[in-house]
């Protein structure tokens, strides 16, 4: 390599030193006499100075522009007093004796490292991502995902595990989305599935005795996007054999610890809390809890038992829930009715019919429903602290709790809760119901995948009361974030074909998709279970960055699109013909 140094690499005891540097100008400033160019590469910036006596460096320099590429050959000098900056090159400056243009570079399409980023849309951004990732903060982001997964290989490796491949190119896996397909040339009429997990190849593993599995594994998933979903996006994968869950948790909780400290230097507590799922939404409003800030919900049935208040009588009489946030004094001050309005509405939009709310003054309450509450009045003022506010929505239990949930959320935000913007709260959720109610297709479906463990003092009753019985499984969350989810699985044939039975799948249909995977049963299977890390998910937090999309190299646009490369696009009628395949839908209007 002729590069000596990294640009940001260089301080004071590099003093008259010879340097050769390569890498882009960030900026040229010509002060007549003096050229200064700000050179920048992976390691950081320093200033380089071109003097006239250089004469062919200071020629060249005189036509360099910003984002060219050079490399500069000079003496590291320590800069005077009183021309000292505060970047960790600060101290010095390179003084050129040699310079070389690279690559010329037009001017950048979009600013890079723009100050004020606001200015530059998503879209362009992701157009011109190669300019984008010119941003150091954008490195950074890269170089924290390098170090997540570097961390896992190493620890894990530690651990007894194996990393194993399993195809993209494989049969339907389900986990509660669309396949992405892919036609097959050789079968015309035939598909392949992009896994969205390799879930019933890492099953596989176990039976063929791998005993310890993990894959940094690419999952493909076609939903509806938001913001924090991805396309095409990946997992931590992990299988193990001959354990019980605490096992799972333990070896995961050693895992994140070290993770956690290679990406950011900082030691987490473990264990984490278990936090039982129905605990999680009657306090939370979610499964997903967000642990840094209290605001826990409560349950007022027994306050609003007999009431006469129609909108909370008729809750209770179906069987729903009254579920109440009290909010202190001192935060309550500031939520004007205005702002009680904007939380109802944000309510409604998670599911709620209505929110009210009660504000307590002295003995009294105040609130549109207050007049409708006399008889309850005594009891609720000695529960709400003087100033404070209750926030009541009924429901059923469920849905109330979401509600709610989604306004402690809001609170959070509103309210600036978080003081330690850099805390990481993780916990467990446990003991998910195995199946749920799907109220589109008027049955049972399972709430983590059909191949979880039910519990087994509980399975007598999967036949009988479905919906009372629990699966072993977990969700891992950090921050009101699942980064993570797993379980126990079914290992023998009978409860496998039980599992299906419950949820609805004929005899014939269970056969036809899972017929390999039944049948690998038949050969036996050690008691195994795992878990699915959602690494980019992880990685957002870990890194501080706020979408999805900052912590992927090459990520794809609200709309699944890739504004880089185009993609989705038309492929070639000659491509069809080999496919056996034509297009019958009209292509939609393109949008920019
Ligand atoms: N396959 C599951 C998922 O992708 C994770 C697991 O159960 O291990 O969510």
Not at 274 to 300: C, H, N, V
């Amino acid at each position: 390599m002729k590069r000596t140094h990294g640009s940001g690499t260089l301080r004071p005891e590099h003093q008259d030193e010879s340097v050769v540097l390569q890498g882009w100008v960030h900026r040229r400033r010509d002060l007549g006499g003096l050229i200064f160019l700000e050179l920048r590469d992976r390691t950081g910036r320093c200033q380089a100075v071109v003097e006239p006596e250089a004469k062919d460096a200071f020629s060249a320099a005189e036509d360099v522009r910003a984002e060219w590429i050079v490399e500069l050959h000079g003496t590291v000098r320590v800069r005077p007093e009183g021309q000292r900056s505060s970047e960790p090159t600060g101290g010095i400056e390179v003084r050129v004796n040699r310079l070389e243009v690279l690559s010329r570079a037009e001017p950048p399409a979009i600013p890079v490292a723009a100050a004020d980023e606001q200015e530059v849309s998503e879209d362009l951004r992701m157009r011109y991502r190669y300019l984008d990732l010119r941003n150091p903060d954008r490195l950074q982001a890269l170089d924290v995902r390098h170090r997540v997964i570097k961390t896992i290989y190493d620890v894990l490796d530690e651990e007894g595990f194996i990393h194993v491949e399993t195809p993209l190119l494989t049969l339907s896996t389900p986990e509660g989305a669309r396949d992405y397909v892919v036609p097959s040339r050789n079968t015309p009429g035939h598909f392949y599935a992009l896994p969205q997990s390799p879930q019933l190849f890492k099953q596989l593993l176990m039976m063929a005795g791998t005993e310890r599995y993990f894959q940094i594994a690419r999952c493909f998933r076609d939903e509806d996007l938001r913001a924090d979903r991805q396309p095409d996006f990946t997992q931590l994968d992990l299988e193990m054999s001959f354990v019980d869950e605490n096992d799972v948790l333990t070896l995961n909780e050693r895992l994140m610890a070290r993770v956690v400290h290679a990406a950011v230097g900082s030691d987490i507590a473990t264990p984490f809390p278990r936090i039982g799922y129905r605990d999680a939404m009657d306090r939370y409003g979610s499964d997903k809890p967000d642990i840094r800030f209290a605001l826990e919900l409560e349950t007022w049935n027994d306050v609003f038992a007999g009431t006469e208040f129609r909108g909370f009588s008729a809750a209770l009489n179906d069987g729903g829930s009254v579920k109440a946030l009290l909010v202190p004094a001192s935060y309550a001050e500031g939520l004007s009715r205005k702002a009680l309005d904007e939380l109802e509405a944000h309510a409604k939009v998670h599911g709620a019919k209505a929110m009210a709310w009660l504000r307590r003054e002295g003995d009294a309450l105040k609130g549109p429903i207050a007049k409708f509450l006399e008889r309850e009045t005594a009891d609720i003022t000695a529960r709400v602290e003087d100033g404070g506010l209750v926030l009541l929505i009924a429901d059923r239990w469920n849905t109330a709790c979401e509600a709610l949930g989604a306004v402690r959320l809001a609170l959070r935000d509103r309210l600036d809760l978080i003081a330690d913007k850099r805390e990481l709260a993780f916990a467990w959720v446990t003991d998910f119901p195995l199946l749920e109610w799907d109220d589109d297709n008027g049955d049972w479906t399972y709430m983590h995948h059909p191949f979880t463990q039910p519990r087994a003092d509980e399975l007598d009753r999967l036949e009988t009361d479905p919906g009372s019985v629990h699966a072993v499984a977990y969700d891992l969350v950090l921050n009101g974030f699942e980064v993570g989810g797993g379980s126990l699985r079914i290992h023998d044939l009978e409860t496998q074909r039980r599992m299906f039975d419950a949820l609805g799948f004929s005899r014939e249909d269970a056969q036809a998709r899972f017929g390999f995977f039944l049948d690998a049963l038949k050969f036996g299977a050690p008691p195994h279970g795992g878990i699915a890390w959602g690494l980019d998910r992880l990685v957002m937090i870990l890194a501080g960055a706020t979408s999805l999309r900052d912590v992927i190299a090459f990520p794809k646009n609200v709309r699944g699109g890739d504004p880089l490369t185009g993609a989705p696009s038309p492929i070639a009628d000659t491509q069809l013909d080999e496919l056996g395949l034509a297009v019958t839908a009209e292509p939609p209007e393109v949008q920019s």
